[in-house]
C-alpha cells in the first residue's frame, strides 16, 4: 500500500511563488514514476509535471519555464516549485505515482492565485 500526502498550497498574489511537496509512504520504490495533476472548477483533471525514475521529466505547455519537478528518493519527496504564478494556476493540485502500473493519489491541496 502506497500513501501520499501534498503540502505546501495556499494563497498567493499574481506573480508569486509556491512549492508543494508530496511525501509518499508504504511500498513506494525509487523507480516509481511521480507526478502533479490538477484540477481547477469545472474542468478535468490535468497533467502538470511528471519526473520519471531516470530524473527526466517532462511539463505541460501551460507551466514550462515556471515550474520545476523534482524529487528526493531518500526522503521519498517529490516536490514542485511554481514561479510566476497566474491565477488561472488555481486548482486543486494532486500528487501521483505509478508504480507497477498502478495509479496512487493524494488528497489534494489547494492552489489560490488571487489578489
Known amino acids: 500500500q502506497v500513501q501520499l500526502v501534498e503540502s505546501g498550497g495556499g494563497l498567493v498574489q499574481p506573480g508569486g511563488s509556491l512549492r508543494l511537496s508530496c511525501a509518499a509512504s508504504?511500498?513506494?520504490?525509487?523507480?516509481?514514476?511521480m507526478g502533479w495533476y490538477r484540477q481547477a472548477p469545472g474542468k478535468q483533471r490535468e497533467l502538470v509535471a511528471r519526473?520519471?525514475?531516470?530524473?527526466?521529466?517532462y511539463y505541460a505547455n501551460s507551466v514550462k519555464g515556471r515550474f520545476t519537478i523534482s524529487r528526493d528518493n531518500a526522503k521519498n519527496t517529490v516536490y514542485l516549485q511554481m514561479n510566476s504564478l497566474k491565477p488561472e494556476d488555481t486548482a486543486v493540485y494532486y500528487c501521483?505515482?505509478?508504480?507497477?502500473?498502478?495509479?496512487?493519489w493524494g488528497q489534494g491541496t489547494q492552489v489560490t492565485v488571487s489578489s
Open positions: 501521483n505515482a505509478v508504480q507497477y502500473n498502478v495509479n496512487y
Open positions: 508504504g511500498s513506494i520504490f525509487s523507480f516509481a514514476n
Open positions: 519526473i520519471f525514475s531516470g530524473g527526466s521529466t
